[in-house]
């Protein structure tokens, strides 16, 4: 160890002073100079090269803990402090990666704006009467995953659902599609949520009319009862448009 600590700081002092302070040989030091080097000190260097080759593939964002992972992986038998050892003295140190937010993909047109005919009142006499829309994220190992539900007022069941790795317009009308395939396509029915990114969205003539749907939106700055609303992040609201079939273009979200 004193040799070793002599070896690297060569340059910063005198050999003869560091062998003087430490107490050992000065001829001792360059016996061990000369040596060829253990098979531990070369087992750490062909170790030192493969941690430094996962750190930088993973964008130097692993730690100890998944680069002994990745060493194992290959076949390799060394130990996790080992392994947090020589990532110390290659002054390998993780970097922590944000999770970047979902960001709004469109721009909303405001004449489009459907108005808003539940006028927060969340109250429903039977089911099919009134259903409201949201919309959220969750982060997973592989990336964000969207989900959008549709819920029935009257029974505070989700009627209908839909997942995507990808946050667009469509995700949202298929929760409906769901929900109006399920209950047969209600006769006379308010189907109401924010006018969010992907729940401000267009209707589109290329699919059924669903029967006597009609939808309302309102801006995300309105104070309105969440608890009855929300029906999965108490966040964001996807949003129905007036009274014409499914979805056409994706927009963008207000956010205040």
């Known amino acids: 160890m004193k040799y070793g600590f002599i070896a690297r700081h060569r340059s910063v002092w005198p050999t003869r002073t560091m062998c003087r302070v430490l107490a050992v040989s000065h001829s001792g030091f360059y016996e061990w100079m000369d040596r060829a080097p253990s098979q531990r000190s070369q087992d ?5 090269r ?3 080759e996962s750190f930088e593939l993973s964008d130097r964002t692993y730690g100890s803990p998944r680069v002994w992972h990745d060493l194992r992986a290959l076949g390799e038998t060394c130990g996790m402090n080992r392994v947090i050892r ?7 140190q993780a970097r922590h990666k944000r999770r970047r937010l979902p960001g709004d993909t469109g721009s909303r ?13 969340f109250e429903a006499s039977g089911p099919n009467q009134k259903w409201v829309a949201d919309f ?8 964000w995953l969207y989900a959008a539900a549709v819920m029935d007022l009257y029974s505070r069941r989700i009627v209908g659902w839909s997942m995507s790795d990808t946050m667009q317009a469509k995700m949202v009308s298929d929760a409906l599609l769901m929900a109006l395939w399920r209950r047969g ?8 949520s924010d006018q969010g990114s992907q729940g401000g969205f267009n209707w589109s003539s290329q699919h059924l009319q669903p029967g006597g749907v009609y939808g309302a939106t309102r801006r995300m700055d309105e104070a309105i009862d969440r608890e009855r609303r929300d029906a999965l992040s108490g966040g ?13 273009t994706d927009c963008n979200r207000d956010h205040q």
Do not use: C
């Not at 750490?44 to 030192?48: G, P, Q, S, V």
């Open 44 to 48: 750490d260097a062909r170790l030192t």
């Open 50 to 52: 493969l941690i430094r």
């Open 86 to 92: 020589l990532m110390h003295l290659a002054k390998l």
């Open 109 to 121: 047109l405001e004449n489009h704006i459907a108005p808003n005919h539940l006028q927060r009142d």
């Open 136 to 143: 959220t994220y969750i982060w997973t190992a592989e990336g």
């Open 185 to 192: 396509k209600p006769s006379s029915l308010m189907h109401h």
């Open 236 to 248: 964001s609201f996807a949003s129905a448009r007036s009274r014409a079939p499914v979805l056409g």
